[in-house]
């Protein structure tokens, strides 16, 4: 009896875990493979729930490994090529699920990330697969046999032959589920343990939290922008989208999308810039102009009262102090700073200093060392060990990437471990 156990029933491990079982159940190997997946919390897949703000935003059309941040996008080229966004959509299909798409990103048609998970636990309950909920993993170590021992927090033990772990990162975790997770094993030390290569996790998809006076006047403002990321002169990611501020962070996508790069430089102790243009459609020349021409049709009004209309009120106002330009100035002696106006509206910069908690992003940049693994995510230097999702050194931008990185690479995992029994010559 071959025994495979899987740590974590989220996306990728569920994925892994209804692959395995349907080999199992097509070759009847029911007496010869025994799956087991142990899931800490009370039931699978529960981080699906909170995806895509509660619809689940699962995969994108518009995909390539340029939406991923790796450092081997040769091995996340070979899992998608085995397992793509079209594998993933008649997956779905297959298990029950009808799909809406919306401008290329793919959705259940309910809108309810919980058919999603739902659909999910029913296809890996009828499947020979055995789930224990409630089970937190705190340890595994390996034998010189290449036996895999894993102790839960309650102290009971299970081997197994071969594993998969698919246990996800600290990512969009509550506070309860935070103080749960001190019982499990630590990522980084088990890594340590195993021989395997890894980085420390930093948080993506994320706000970048920020101390200037600025956040504090413009707070509750949403306004269409351009956000670009820098590590010294390095230019990280620029992105156009819906920016958020806040009283305390710079926020929305366009700021999400390369996040976790700045915070990896930051971390790395380089210094690090977000630069936002709050009009990036205007030339530097045509916003000038625009300027002048507001500036002299009310030379009487304050400044902030002739350039309404330009921007919100509450962002001029915190940009004129920024400047060090005083409420009352009127518009008409304003005219000499016109350019310093254009600067900072085109070019507003903030120092990134603070690294948010793991648990604030929705997800983790880092990990297992991806390059660790063959492009079966099979250890290179330890057989019969593999790695899923959020655990393995890459992310994805916002846009349905992640979930597809967990779905694709769960069934490369699921698939090749019992690859000798539909492929002798492996
Ligand atoms: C708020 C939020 C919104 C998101 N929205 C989207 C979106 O719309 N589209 C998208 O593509 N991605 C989205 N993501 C990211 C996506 O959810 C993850 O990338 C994906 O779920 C990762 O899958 P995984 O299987 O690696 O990890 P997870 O889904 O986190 O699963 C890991 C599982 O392992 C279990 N586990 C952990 N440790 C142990 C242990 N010691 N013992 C036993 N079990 C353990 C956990 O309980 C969990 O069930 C979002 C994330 C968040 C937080």
């Given at each position: 009896m071959i025994?495979?156990?899987?740590?974590?029933?989220?996306?990728?491990?569920?994925?892994?875990?209804?692959?395995?079982?349907?080999?199992?159940?097509?070759?009847?190997?029911?007496?010869?493979?025994?799956?087991?997946?142990?899931?800490?919390?009370?039931f699978p897949g529960k981080k699906i729930l909170s995806t895509g703000n509660g619809r689940c935003n699962f995969s994108n059309r518009d995909f390539s490994t340029d939406k991923y941040h790796t450092a081997s996008p040769d091995i996340a080229e070979a899992v998608f090529s085995c397992f793509g966004v079209q594998d993933l959509c008649s997956f779905l299909e297959r298990i029950g699920m009808r799909?809406?798409?919306?401008?290329?990103?793919?959705?259940?048609?309910?809108?309810?990330?919980?058919t999603?998970?739902?659909?999910?636990?029913?296809?890996?309950?009828?499947?020979?697969?055995?789930?224990?909920?409630?089970?937190?993993?705190?340890?595994?170590?390996?034998?010189?046999?290449?036996?895999?021992?894993v102790t839960c927090a309650d102290h009971k033990t299970c081997s197994f032959d071969r594993l998969i772990l698919s246990c996800g990162t600290k990512a969009g975790l509550s506070p309860k589920q935070m103080r749960e997770r001190e019982n499990s094993f630590d990522l980084a030390e088990l890594a340590k343990k195993l021989g395997l290569s890894f980085s420390a996790f930093v948080p993506g998809l994320v706000r970048l939290p920020m101390e200037d006076p600025f956040f504090k006047k413009t707070h509750g403002i949403r306004i269409d922008g351009e956000v670009s990321l820098f590590a010294e002169d390095r230019l990280l990611g620029r992105e156009k989208g819906e920016i958020q501020l806040t009283?305390?962070?710079l926020s929305g996508i366009p700021v999400f999308q390369h996040s976790a790069l700045a915070l990896q430089a930051l971390k790395e102790g380089k210094q690090v810039t977000a630069h936002v243009n709050l009009l990036p459609d205007l030339s530097a020349?045509?916003?000038?102009?625009?300027?002048?021409?507001?500036?002299?049709?009310y030379p009487e009004d304050t400044v902030s009262g002739a350039l309404l209309g330009l921007l919100?009120?509450?962002?001029?106002?915190?940009?004129?102090?920024?400047?060090?330009?005083?409420?009352?100035?009127?518009?008409?002696?304003?005219?000499?700073?016109?350019?310093?106006?254009?600067n900072a509206i085109r070019d507003l910069t903030f120092p990134v200093e603070i690294m948010p908690e793991l648990a604030s992003g929705q997800v983790c940049h880092g990990g297992l060392s991806l390059n660790a693994f063959t492009n079966n995510l099979e250890a290179k230097a330890l057989p019969g060990f593999y790695a899923t999702g959020e655990a393995l050194s890459i992310d994805g931008i916002c846009g349905g990437y992640n979930l597809q990185w967990a779905f694709s690479s769960g069934y490369v995992a699921g698939n090749h471990i019992l690859q000798e029994f539909y492929d002798p010559d492996q």
């Open positions: 025994r495979i156990g899987i740590i974590g029933g989220g996306a990728s491990g569920m994925m892994a875990a209804i692959t395995a079982g349907e080999h199992i159940r097509q070759l009847h190997l029911e007496k010869q493979v025994q799956v087991t997946l142990l899931e800490a919390e009370a799909i809406k798409e919306r401008e290329g990103y793919l959705y259940p048609s309910t809108d309810s990330a919980a999603v998970r739902d659909l999910l636990e029913r296809a890996l309950y009828r499947l020979p697969v055995t789930v224990h909920t409630d089970t937190m993993v705190s340890d595994i170590s390996i034998d010189e046999g290449g036996q895999f021992t009283e305390k962070a020349d045509a916003l000038w102009e625009d300027i002048s021409r507001r500036l002299s049709a919100p009120g509450k962002v001029l106002e915190a940009l004129l102090y920024r400047l060090g330009c005083k409420s009352s100035v009127k518009a008409g002696d304003f005219t000499g700073e016109i350019t310093h106006l254009v």
